[in-house]
């Protein structure tokens, strides 16, 4: 297989653009592109959109440090996030802990960040939009002391 990416898409049940501006402040996320439903060159079928969905978002783009995410409102309110997290590794625990507690502000706290035999701060949170991430900072590599 030639180049391959595979790059996160999360669908926001109609609060992508608030989950946005929470990850831009809270992680430092860089939004690159928005397009709205009533944006879109071609028109949406009938019957798809849930009522008041059309000034929500179709597609977006953003970056978290050189991680690529895309996100939308989805077609309506009901999308749910299950059976998978993020995976957000950084370099230093105390930017472990900045990252950690900004997730979990009106999220819930699966694990709260500790010393494993993988990595000297790990822990895992589940956001107010439903996303579930795995903070951590890279432990040692194997073979290495």
Same mark, same amino acid.
């Given at each position: 297989m030639p180049l391959t990416t595979i790059t996160p898409y999360l669908f926001f049940?109609?609060?992508?653009?608030? #989950?946005? !501006?929470?990850y831009r402040d809270s992680l430092g996320a860089e939004i690159c592109m928005i397009m709205r439903f009533n944006e879109s060159p071609e028109p949406t079928p009938p019957g798809m959109l849930q009522a008041g969905f059309e000034n929500k978002i179709m597609h977006s783009s953003f970056?978290? /440090?050189? #991680?690529?995410?895309? /996100? =939308?409102?989805?077609? !309506?309110?009901? =999308?749910?996030?299950?059976?998978?997290?993020?995976a957000l590794t950084v370099?230093?625990? #105390?930017? #472990?802990?900045?990252?950690? !507690?900004?997730?979990?502000?009106?999220?819930?706290?699966?694990?709260?960040?500790?010393?494993?035999?993988w990595s000297p701060c790990y822990g895992m949170v589940t956001d107010r939009f439903h996303v579930g991430w795995m903070v951590m900072v890279p432990g040692p590599l194997e073979g290495q002391k």
């Open positions: 049940a109609g609060r992508c653009e608030e #989950a946005l !501006n929470f970056q978290i /440090g050189g #991680a690529a995410v895309m /996100g =939308s409102d989805g077609c !309506n309110d009901q =999308s749910k996030f299950d059976g998978f997290r993020l370099d230093t625990e #105390a930017e #472990a802990h900045k990252a950690f !507690n900004a997730l979990a502000t009106g999220g819930t706290v699966q694990m709260p960040l500790v010393k494993t035999f």
